[in-house]
């Protein structure tokens, strides 16, 4: 992930340490995904803001904001192939109800 304006910063975040992808439809063909990570994110909520999840200041969760929908089997796809004991699927008729949920 890369933010920053004023002071630039990249951050390597493994596919293997992701443990669930959260979808939350923005309607118009976008949604926000939060990546629930299986470690503790190495970093501040406000060091990454706005790429963060609202309000989870204490535990912060990367935040992949208003990208394409066509976008989340892509991520599915490269979570499975991370963690291949793990099973991922995508809930399309889930994400409609309009509160975060798994898409990973």
């Not at 920053?4 to 439809?25: E, F, H, M, R, T």
């Not at 909520?45 to 089997?73: G, I, N, T, Y």
Request: glycine content about 8%; charged content about 20%.
């Amino acid at each position: 992930m890369r933010f920053g304006a004023a002071v630039p910063k990249a951050v390597n975040l493994p596919l293997g340490k992701i443990g669930s992808a959260d979808v939350k439809p923005l309607g118009g063909g976008y949604v926000d995904i939060v990546l629930v990570p299986t470690e503790r994110c190495p970093l501040g909520w406000l060091q990454a803001w706005p790429h963060v999840r609202p309000w989870k200041v204490a535990d912060p969760q990367p935040m992949l904001r208003a990208v394409s929908e066509s976008f989340v089997p892509m991520l599915a796809d490269a979570l499975r192939s991370a963690d291949p004991a793990a099973t991922v699927h995508a809930e399309p008729d889930a994400t409609r109800r309009g509160g975060m949920e798994a898409a990973a």
